[in-house]
């Protein structure tokens, strides 16, 4: 939604990825791929590119690169704001236990043999390999480049976003009994907890990291507010 409100003003912008997913979704603007080398790589491109505003609307676990984005533009003196969605709340009829972070998950499964809906992409299912008597349903975008460490592991490929519908069926039929999450808040992933809620499963939820103390704004109009007309080229 920002890359169609960007492109609709005629601003000269440009979104970066960061190369995780091997089909992108489409997006009106121009593109690029790749990381930038940290806060010093990011900054050289801030000024190679005469970049003025960033917004940084990377995912909200994503830390690492909100601090680099954070630091280059405080060191170039370009102005920043974190598009940053709203946490998810636990509604009533939720049966969530809070973990102050993924890390923290495996030790909080049972440790009786359970059938767990792994809900939090790829990049930390090594994670789980401590708690190998698991059977792991991941979701995935694209499939594992590589053998997963999961000895007991079903693999769905699919791109959201996801109905409740949907993900009640594909919990019933994998008779899944615990499902993790992360706080990431949005619309788009947020059908998984709505089903385990209809189905009365518990829900480990990580919390999310500590970001920078930076300009946040909650959703597209706020950022254009923000931008107003004084963004001659941003990323």
């Not at 091997?22 to 080398?37: E, K, T």
């Not at 518990?202 to 970001?211: E, F, I, N, S, Y």
Request: hydrophobic fraction near 45%.
């Amino acid at each position: 939604m920002m890359a169609r409100r960007l492109a609709t003003t005629g601003l000269d912008a440009v979104f970066s990825y960061a190369g995780r997913t091997d089909a992108p979704v489409a997006q009106p603007l121009p593109v690029r791929v790749g990381g930038f080398g940290g806060a010093g790589g990011l900054g050289a491109y801030l000024h190679r590119e005469k970049i003025t505003h960033v917004i940084d609307a990377t995912h909200p676990f994503a830390a690492r690169m909100s601090q680099n984005a954070s630091n280059a533009c405080a060191a170039a003196q370009v102005p920043l704001i974190r598009l940053e969605r709203p946490a998810w709340e636990p509604s009533d009829g939720d049966i969530w236990q809070l973990v102050p972070s993924v890390e923290a998950i495996p030790n909080t499964l049972p440790n009786a043999p359970a059938r767990v809906f792994l809900a939090i992409g790829k990049q930390q299912v090594g994670l789980f390999a401590a708690r190998p008597q698991h059977h792991y349903l991941l979701r995935l975008v694209d499939p594992p480049a590589a053998p997963l460490p999961l000895p007991h592991t079903t693999v769905v490929i699919a791109r959201g976003p996801f109905d409740i519908a949907g993900d009640t069926a594909l919990m019933q039929e994998h008779r899944i009994t615990h499902v993790v999450a992360k706080n990431s808040g949005g619309s788009g992933a947020r059908a998984k907890l709505d089903a385990a809620r209809a189905l009365g499963l518990p829900v480990l939820m990580a919390d999310r990291p500590k970001l920078p103390e930076d300009r946040v704004a909650r959703n597209a109009d706020e950022v254009m507010r923000w931008l107003g007309h004084d963004a001659d080229r941003g990323v």
